[in-house]
């Protein structure tokens, strides 16, 4: 079952990824945060106490019996760029900037926080590699999910067809109303492809980030997706939503590591 429970949190996880793969898209439930960051708030930026965040991060760690000096995050920046997770990442120095997480090393847990935007998660089981991509609309128009499988080629030698990919929770298409400017860009990227992700109703234009993802890793050679369908705005008991909050809210994580 995607859903799963421990240690009083609660988490999604893909049936796609095998048991070499630890895996979990945390809810907002089991935390120490107050409103309106409730609970489990994973985001050190958004105004939340540093010692409720530094506490929820412990609790995702040990519900998945991961080494909390494992983790290697990155600050996001809604771009493309990468980083190379050979190692955990020193907690003496800032997180780089980027919005792709890859790494082959079990050593190292890959962690990333959300709030809207799709996690992108990534596995490829003959080479023995792991990634996490955060594709909000910028990095999904300008290519995220096409440059996190380009960048697994390269650095690592996977075969696309080897790739398994999962669409995590987040905003869905019918909360995701979008303007001419977001949608002339998806038009341009997408070509015949927009009808699919671009879509008019009462005079109102919606953007499906879910679909334009899925419709990249296809176009680059992904055959095996699994697309979650939780939309981050429909169920504010399990997710934080930066759009249906109005930004008054926390982060939710992504925590990933080689089993």
């Not at 506490?55 to 983790?71: K, T």
């Not at 296809?218 to 429909?234: D, H, K, L, Y």
């Not at 939503?241 to 939710?252: L, P």
């Amino acid at each position: 079952m995607p859903f799963q429970e421990k240690d009083g949190l609660r988490y999604y996880s893909f049936d796609i990824f095998s048991n070499s793969v630890t895996q979990a898209v945390f809810t907002r439930r089991g935390g120490v945060s107050p409103a309106p960051w409730h609970s489990l708030n994973l985001g050190g930026s958004v105004g939340d106490d540093p010692a409720h965040v530094a506490a929820n991060r412990i609790q995702i760690f040990d519900a998945l019996g991961r080494d909390r000096a494992s983790i290697h995050d990155v600050w996001l920046v809604h771009g493309t760029d990468i980083v190379y997770a050979d190692a955990p990442r020193s907690l003496e120095k800032h997180p780089e900037r980027a919005d792709i997480i890859l790494t082959d090393n079990p050593e190292v847990s890959l962690f990333m926080r959300f709030a809207d935007c799709v996690p992108l998660l990534f596995h490829d089981p003959k080479r023995h590699v792991i990634g996490i991509s955060h594709a909000g609309w910028m990095g999904t128009v300008k290519g995220v999910a096409k440059t996190t499988v380009e960048a697994m080629h390269t650095r690592y030698g996977s075969n696309p067809k080897d790739i398994v990919a999962g669409i995590g929770p987040s905003i869905g298409v019918d909360h995701y109303e979008v303007g001419e400017d977001v949608v002339s860009q998806f038009r341009e990227k997408y070509g015949k492809d927009a009808e699919r992700v671009v879509q008019t109703r009462d005079g109102r234009t919606y953007l499906d980030l879910w679909t334009a993802n899925l419709i990249q890793l296809q176009n680059a050679g992904v055959e095996q997706v699994q697309v979650s369908g939780v939309c981050t705005a429909c169920h504010l008991d399990d997710w934080f939503s930066h759009r249906a909050e109005k930004g008054k809210t926390g982060r939710f994580g992504v925590l990933m590591a080689l089993a």
